[in-house]
């Protein structure tokens, strides 16, 4: 039978040489040091990835080329969307924000769909006096029309399709 057994050393500053750790016997000091590890990475590094994927890095490239491969496309924006390609089965989410200044308004969606799949409309109101009622009609791959019972309707939603 065969027994693998692990020594860590760890660089110990203060005296300036290096400490062996047992992992049977000092199993807090391991883990300790892997906390340290996680801590350390989640301050300093997680911070300077993110700003590199927003500017024009390598970092940057590598995942524009990824998504481009995969057919990820994606407009962030008030009225925007995402596809997210083969990855998800050509699932594409849009969303939008508008303001009604009659009783109906037509509403374009960002790309077209190929398939609908269902839209989600959100009245906003700052109060319950501001309640108002409005209905999604004909809905179809290029955008859909809201029906409201009242001027100056705010409202948000959510498409989802292929």
């Known amino acids: 039978m065969s027994v693998l057994k692990a020594i860590f050393h760890r ?3 203060t005296t300036s040489a290096y400490d062996t ?3 049977e016997t ?6 300790d040091f892997g906390q340290g590890v996680l801590t350390h990475l989640a301050s300093n590094v997680l911070s300077s990835t993110i ?3 927003t500017t024009d890095s390598l970092m940057a490239k590598l995942v524009k080329l990824i998504f481009d491969a995969t057919g990820v496309q994606y407009n962030i924006a008030q009225n925007g969307y995402i596809k997210f390609g083969d990855l998800f089965g050509g699932l594409i989410i849009q969303w939008g924000f508008h303001y009604c200044s009659g009783n109906n308004l037509a509403v374009t969606f960002p790309i077209v769909f190929n398939v609908l799949l269902s839209i989600v409309e959100s009245h906003k ?3 319950l006096s501001d309640f108002k009622t409005a209905t999604i009609v004909k ?3 290029t955008g ?3 029906n409201t019972n009242s001027n100056g309707y705010v409202f948000y939603y959510i498409a989802f399709g292929m």
């Open 11 to 13: 660089w110990n500053k």
């Open 21 to 23: 750790l047992h992992p």
């Open 26 to 31: 000092e199993h807090a000091q391991v883990t």
């Open 51 to 53: 700003s590199s994927l």
């Open 125 to 127: 109101a700052d109060t």
């Open 139 to 141: 809905p179809n791959e």
């Open 144 to 146: 859909f029309t809201i």
